[in-house]
C-alpha cells in the first residue's frame, strides 16, 4: 500500500512540474541602456528590445510565458510592435497609462527663427513628412480654411468657398492641400487630396474614397488645409516638405524655446497577428497611453458589404487571427485613424477599462472578412439575382471577430476627422457584447452595425448620447440590413421576400439583443433602424429625445421602453414583417410613413393622451393600450421610474435600473459625462385650447382653435378640422378629395367640433370611404374621400 501511494505521489509531482510554465519578467525604463539585459536592475531602454528578448526565449521556451513591465517615461516607436504566434502568452503592462507612454512620434529639435511678426519657421531634417504636430502633448492645427472654430456644425469650422477658383488663385501651390466635404445627404464626409488645377480654374481631385454612399460634396459643409497661405490665426502650422521648413503660428502664452516639440510618424503602433490556422493566443496589452500617430484618411479603404460604410483596414491597436487576447485600462489619445481594430479572424477579445478620446476615426471596431459573407454585395445599388444565390444560411467561413467583450470604456470627441465613423463599429461578426460604456460628443453613431451578418450581438447598459453631431439621418445606435433578402428595388424585395419568408434569417441568423440602455441624439434618431435591419429584440431602454425609428425589415420585437418626448417612427414597413410593439410609453402618437402593414402586434402601450391613442386605433392596432401620465419619479435628474400607481403597470410595464448606465470604473466614471436632464412635454395635458398638428393619413390636421381661425376660414363658428398640409400619396387626396386648407365640418354626417371628435368618427367607420361636409374657399362642399 505504502508502495501505491508512493507512486501516485510521484506521478502527481512530476505531472505538476510538467504543467508548470516558466514566467519571465522583463523590465523597460526610459533610462534604460541598449546594452542592459531587460532585468529589473538593468532594463531595457525601449519596448521593442524587450519584445526582440521575448522572441528569443520563446524560441528556447515555447511555453513560457513572458511579462514585458514597463516604468514611467514616454516611450518613440520607430516602426510598429509585431506581436505574432509564437509570442502567445505575452503581456505588456505599464505601470498606469497616465504615466506610461508609447508614441508614434519623434522628437523635433527646432531651431526657430522670425518669419512674420507672428510666425516662426525652423529647418526640419531633408524628406521628413508628417501630419501631425504636437507642443507639450497638444496637437497643434494644420493651416486650414476656414480657421478652426470648435462650436462649428460640423470640420471644426466649414466655408462654401473652401476651394473655389477664387480662393485656389490665391495659392502658391495648391498641390498637397486636403479638401473634405460631408456628403451631399451629410451621410458621413469625403476627403480628398488636391493634386493640382484644371484649366477653368477648379481644382483636380484625388480620393473620395472614404464612403459606400458617393455623391457630390456638400456645397456648403466645406474645409480644406495644409495650404501655406492660409496660416493665419495662432496654433497653425504648415510643413513645407519641398523646402525642409517648418511655419508655425505661436499662441502668444507659448514659450518655444522651451516647449517639448513632436511630429508623428507612424500610423499603427501595435499588430498582433496570427491567422486562423495558427492564432495569437493569450496576449495582454494594460495601463499603457497610445499618443500621436499619422492620420489614415487618404489611406485605402473597401466597403463594408452594402452598408454606407467603407473603412481603412487598420488601426493604433490592430489584432487578427487572435484568440483570448486582453486590452485593459489603456488610454488612446490624439490619434489620427482607427483606434482598435479587431479584423477577420478574432475570438474571446476583450476590450475593457480603456478610456479613448481625441482620434480621428472609429474607437473599437470588428471587421469580418468579406469571403465569410455569402453572395455578398457592396455598394447600395448591386445585388445578387435570386437565381444566382446562395442560399444556406450563416458564414462560409471562420474569417470573422465572435464571441467578444466591448466592457467599461469611456469613449468621446472620436470622428476628429473622418466622418463615417463610430464609438463601437460592428459588421461581419457574431457574438460581440458591448456592455456598461459611456459614448458621447461624435459625429455619427455612437454605436454602428453595419450588416446582419450574423447578429447574436447584445448591447446592455451603455450611456449614448451627443450623437450625429456633424452629420444626419442617423441614430445614437444605428443599424444597416442591406443583406441577401435586401434589393434596391421594393417591388422585387416584395417578391422575393414573400416567396422566402424566412429568407432575413440567412444572414441575421442570431438575434440581436438591444436592453437596458440610455439613448439621446437630437440630430436624427436615439435608435434606428435603417434598411433592412432584422431579427432584433430591443427592450428596457429608455430613449431620451427622437425616439425609435423601425425602417423596412422583419421580426423586430420591442417592448418595455421609456420613449420621452417622442414615439415609434415606423417606415415603410413589409405587409408581413412580423414587428411587435408593446409594453412601451411613449409620449406622442405613431409617426408612421409609407406603410404596407402595421406588423404582428402593436399593443398594450401607454399613450400621453387619448388623442394619440385614437390616432393608432384608427389602423384596428393598439385595442388594449391606454392613455395617461406615466408619473416619473424624477426626470429632470434622469430618474425615468415609474410609480407604483402609474397607469403604466396596467399595461404590462415593468421598471428597469435607472442608474447602471454607462461606465462603471471609479476613475473613468468620475470624468464621464451624462446626458442633460429633461423638460418633459405637456402632451398628457391636451385640452381643445392646446390641441396640436397631428398626423391623419399623412396629412397635418389640427382643431379650429379660435375666432381669428373662425374668421380667416369664413366659419359661422370657431369649430371643425384644419387641412394644414396634405401629402399628394394619401388616399384622403386622390380623385379630387381634400385640399390644403379645407375645413371638415362634418364626417358621415356627423358634427366635426375637433380633432378628438374626427378621430373618433374614423374609428367608427369601417369602410373604404367617408362621407364630409367641408369648408373651401368660404363656400361649404360635400365630398367624398378615400381613407384606404
Known amino acids: 500500500m505504502k508502495k501505491v501511494v508512493l507512486f501516485i505521489l510521484t506521478i502527481s509531482f512530476i505531472s505538476s512540474c510538467a504543467l508548470k510554465k516558466d514566467t519571465v519578467s522583463l523590465f523597460v525604463a526610459s533610462n534604460g541602456e541598449i546594452t542592459n539585459d531587460g532585468s529589473e ?89 508628417f501630419d501631425q504636430f504636437v507642443i ?50 451629410k451621410w458621413g464626409g469625403f476627403h480628398f487630396k488636391i493634386t493640382g488645377v484644371n484649366k477653368d480654374g477648379t481644382a483636380i481631385l484625388e480620393g473620395g474614397q472614404q464612403n459606400n454612399r458617393y455623391s457630390k460634396p456638400h456645397p456648403e459643409f466645406r474645409m480644406v488645409e495644409n495650404v501655406f497661405e492660409e496660416l493665419d490665426s495662432p496654433g497653425e502650422w504648415y510643413l513645407d516638405i519641398a523646402a525642409s521648413k517648418l511655419y508655425f503660428w505661436p499662441e502668444k502664452e507659448l514659450d518655444l524655446k522651451t516647449a517639448q516639440i513632436e511630429v508623428s510618424q507612424l500610423k499603427d503602433l501595435i499588430k498582433i497577428v496570427g491567422t486562423l490556422d495558427n492564432p495569437v493566443k493569450n496576449v495582454s496589452i494594460s495601463g499603457i497611453s497610445f499618443d500621436n500617430t499619422r492620420r489614415t484618411f487618404l489611406e485605402d479603404f473597401e466597403p463594408l458589404l452594402r452598408s454606407d460604410w467603407t473603412i481603412y483596414r487598420g488601426s493604433v491597436l490592430f489584432l487578427e487571427g487572435t484568440e483570448n487576447c486582453e486590452i485593459l485600462d489603456n488610454e488612446f489619445t490624439n490619434l489620427g485613424g482607427n483606434v482598435i481594430m479587431a479584423s477577420k479572424y478574432n475570438d474571446a477579445l476583450v476590450i475593457k477599462g480603456n478610456h479613448i478620446h481625441e482620434c480621428g476615426a472609429s474607437a473599437i471596431s470588428f471587421i469580418g472578412d468579406p469571403s465569410t459573407v455569402r453572395s455578398p454585395s457592396f455598394t447600395y445599388k448591386e445585388f445578387v439575382p435570386i437565381e444566382e444565390m446562395d442560399t444556406v444560411s450563416g458564414p462560409q467561413n471562420e474569417l470573422y471577430p465572435r464571441n467578444c467583450l466591448v466592457e467599461d470604456n469611456l469613449i468621446y470627441r472620436i470622428g476628429r476627422i473622418e466622418k463615417q465613423t463610430a464609438g463601437v463599429q460592428i459588421s461581419m461578426a457574431m457574438d460581440i457584447t458591448v456592455k456598461n460604456n459611456s459614448i458621447y460628443d461624435v459625429p455619427r453613431a455612437g454605436i454602428n452595425i453595419g450588416d446582419g451578418t450574423w447578429g447574436g450581438h447584445i448591447l446592455e447598459f451603455n450611456d449614448v448620447f451627443n450623437t450625429v453631431l456633424e452629420t444626419s439621418d442617423h441614430g445614437s445606435f444605428n443599424s444597416w440590413g442591406r443583406d441577401r433578402f435586401w434589393h434596391p428595388n421594393r417591388n422585387v424585395m416584395d417578391s422575393i421576400t414573400t416567396a422566402n419568408p424566412n429568407m432575413y434569417k440567412w444572414d441575421a441568423i442570431k438575434t440581436t439583443i438591444i436592453r437596458n440602455n440610455r439613448f439621446r441624439c437630437d440630430h436624427g434618431w436615439d435608435i434606428d433602424l435603417d434598411d433592412g435591419s432584422s431579427n432584433y429584440h430591443i427592450y428596457s431602454n429608455l430613449l431620451l429625445h427622437n425616439g425609435l425609428k423601425l425602417r423596412e425589415g422583419f421580426n423586430r420585437v420591442v417592448e418595455n421602453n421609456i420613449i420621452v418626448n417622442n414615439s415609434l417612427h415606423p417606415h415603410v414597413w413589409f405587409e408581413k414583417s412580423e414587428d411587435v410593439f408593446k409594453h412601451n410609453i411613449v409620449s406622442d402618437a405613431y409617426q408612421d410613413v409609407r406603410l404596407s402593414g402595421w406588423g404582428k402586434e402593436l399593443d398594450y402601450n401607454l399613450f400621453p393622451n387619448e388623442l394619440t391613442l385614437m390616432k393608432s386605433q384608427l389602423y384596428d392596432r393598439d385595442e388594449h393600450s391606454i392613455y395617461g ?142 362621407d364630409l361636409k367641408i369648408m373651401r374657399n368660404q363656400s361649404e362642399k360635400n365630398i367624398t374621400i378615400n381613407t384606404k
Open 136 to 185: 507639450n502633448d497638444k496637437a497643434q492645427i494644420l493651416a486650414r480654411y476656414p480657421n478652426y472654430d470648435e462650436s462649428a456644425a460640423c470640420w471644426l469650422g466649414f466655408a462654401e468657398d473652401a476651394i473655389s477658383k477664387e480662393r485656389l488663385a490665391t495659392w502658391k501651390n495648391p498641390e498637397g492641400a486636403f479638401f473634405s466635404a460631408l456628403r451631399n445627404g
Open 41 to 129: 536592475e538593468k532594463p531595457f531602454g525601449s519596448l521593442d528590445d524587450a519584445v526582440k528578448r521575448a522572441s528569443e526565449i520563446k524560441a528556447r521556451k515555447p511555453e513560457a510565458e513572458i511579462n514585458i513591465n514597463i516604468s514611467k517615461g514616454d516611450y518613440y516607436l520607430n516602426s510598429p510592435i509585431i506581436i505574432p504566434p509564437n509570442l502567445s502568452g505575452l503581456s505588456i503592462k505599464g505601470t498606469d497609462a497616465s504615466e506610461v507612454k508609447i508614441k508614434g512620434s519623434k522628437v523635433l529639435n527646432a531651431d526657430w527663427q522670425k518669419h512674420t511678426d507672428d510666425i516662426y519657421v525652423t529647418a526640419v531634417p531633408e524628406s521628413l513628412d
Open 629 to 770: 401620465d406615466p408619473l416619473y419619479k424624477d426626470p429632470r435628474n434622469l430618474d425615468f421610474t415609474v410609480a407604483s400607481n402609474s397607469p403604466a403597470m396596467e399595461i404590462g410595464f415593468e421598471n428597469f435600473p435607472m442608474h447602471q448606465f454607462g461606465v462603471q470604473k471609479p476613475e473613468l466614471k468620475a470624468i464621464a459625462k451624462t446626458p442633460e436632464g429633461i423638460e418633459l412635454s405637456n402632451a398628457s395635458e391636451i385640452t381643445k385650447e392646446t390641441t396640436p398638428v397631428v398626423a391623419w393619413l399623412r396629412n397635418d390636421i389640427k382643431s379650429v382653435e379660435s375666432e381669428q381661425e373662425q374668421s380667416a376660414y369664413g366659419l359661422s363658428k370657431p369649430e371643425g378640422v384644419i387641412l394644414l398640409k396634405v401629402w399628394s400619396g394619401s388616399p384622403a387626396v386622390q380623385n379630387d378629395g381634400l385640399k390644403r386648407g379645407d375645413v371638415i365640418l362634418e364626417a358621415a354626417g356627423k358634427e366635426v367640433k375637433t380633432v378628438k371628435d374626427f378621430f373618433q368618427i374614423n374609428l367608427e367607420n369601417k369602410g373604404n370611404t367617408l
